[in-house]
């Protein structure tokens, strides 16, 4: 199974921006759909946004317009480029295997996530 490790959050100001990074021990294309998810404290984990194979994205509308999502199948990364942070949006944010809509559930094993922080 590939491994995946999330990295880039921390604390940030309302308003500002993050780039999340997901590395994959093996190969991404093969994957399929890749996604970001997070998890706020006492929330259930959600979707944040996908990647198809062919780049068609998808976001959940909290996010629309402030976070895009990209891969690179020849280094094995999914990307999320987070601007206009809000404090709703803090939590621990994970990649993963990405299934069907229109709930896009992970497929694979969780990583250890990357936390996200966002003051007022």
């Known amino acids: 199974q590939v491994q995946l490790v999330e990295s880039g959050g921390g604390l940030v100001q309302a308003g500002g921006s993050l780039r999340l990074s997901c590395a994959a021990s093996?190969?991404?294309?093969?994957?399929?759909?890749m996604g970001w998810y997070r998890q706020a404290p006492g929330k259930q984990r959600e979707w944040v946004a996908i990647?198809?194979?062919?780049?068609?994205?998808d976001y959940a509308d909290s996010v629309k317009g402030r976070f895009t999502i990209s891969r690179d199948n020849a280094k094995n990364t999914v990307t999320l480029q987070m601007i206009g942070l809000r404090p709703e949006d803090a939590g621990v944010y994970y990649c993963?295997?990405?299934?069907?809509?229109?709930?896009?559930?992970?497929?694979?094993?969780w990583g250890q996530g990357t936390q996200v922080t966002v003051s007022s």
């Open positions: 093996g190969s991404i294309f093969s994957m399929g759909t």
């Open positions: 993963n295997r990405a299934g069907r809509p229109p709930n896009y559930v992970g497929y694979d094993s």
């Open positions: 990647i198809t194979r062919g780049d068609n994205t």
